[in-house]
T-cell receptor
């Protein structure tokens, strides 16, 4: 597709359940990012990949959060043992070079 | 660390009114500055950007000028339309070692009434 694609768009998880969120970046984009957007807040950086290498994971809030991009294209953000405070929109973004970053529509996670 | 402070909303205007959304930043060095827009039910879209002092970014009638002396990047539009109703986010990208990471403000909800 033309843009960054994320799935699922909406996910309701029971507390303690594991979830996996998928991101398909724009074809050929080297850089991939994950952001977390809480209700009424701006997005906050979680992690950054350049090809398959995870160069920065400083924004991941706990060791329950894990991201991978094994072949340098599709990425998965996994959240283990979800908690209510994990409820947020998870945004994936990609970039070819420079500082123009393209965002997907987000995966809305609600933990009940 | 880097931070962005933008005008709290919500902002409600009538069609054809003048819009200003204030944004100031704190950063070391010379960051790049951005405005992103989020329409209802859609993802973040880049609206405009400026990469150095005194640069003016513009798109779809919106403008913002990078003012280093006041560390500001205020968004303006001379005549808003109902279709401009959205959440607007100011953001910066550091020029230092983390020159890939966007730092966002909290967003400003704009509603334009006919």
């Amino acid at each position: 597709g033309a843009g960054v694609s994320q799935s699922p768009r909406y996910k309701v998880a029971k507390r303690g359940q594991d979830v996996a969120l998928r991101c398909d970046p724009i074809s050929g984009h080297v850089s991939l990012f994950w952001y977390q957007q809480a209700l009424g807040q701006g997005p906050e950086f979680l992690t950054y990949f350049q090809n398959e290498a995870q160069l920065d994971k400083s924004g991941l809030p706990s060791d329950r959060f894990f991201a991978e991009r094994p072949e340098g294209s599709v990425s998965t953000l996994k959240i283990q043992r979800t908690q209510q405070e994990d409820s947020a929109v998870y945004l994936c973004a990609s970039s070819l070079s420079g500082n123009t970053i393209y965002f997907g529509e987000g995966s809305w996670l609600t933990v009940v | 660390g880097d931070s962005v402070t933008q005008m709290e909303g919500p902002v409600t205007l009538s069609e054809e009114a003048f819009l200003t959304i204030n944004c100031t930043y704190t950063a070391t060095g010379y960051p790049s500055l951005f405005w992103y827009v989020q329409y209802p039910g859609e993802g973040l879209q880049l609206l405009l950007k400026a990469t150095k002092a005194d640069d003016k970014g513009s798109n779809k009638g919106f403008e913002a000028t990078y003012r280093k002396e006041t560390t500001s990047f205020h968004l303006e539009k001379g005549s808003v339309q109902v279709s401009d109703s959205a959440v607007y986010f100011c953001a910066l990208m550091s020029s230092g070692g983390s020159n890939y990471k966007l730092t966002f403000g909290k967003g400003t909800l704009l509603t334009v009434n006919p």
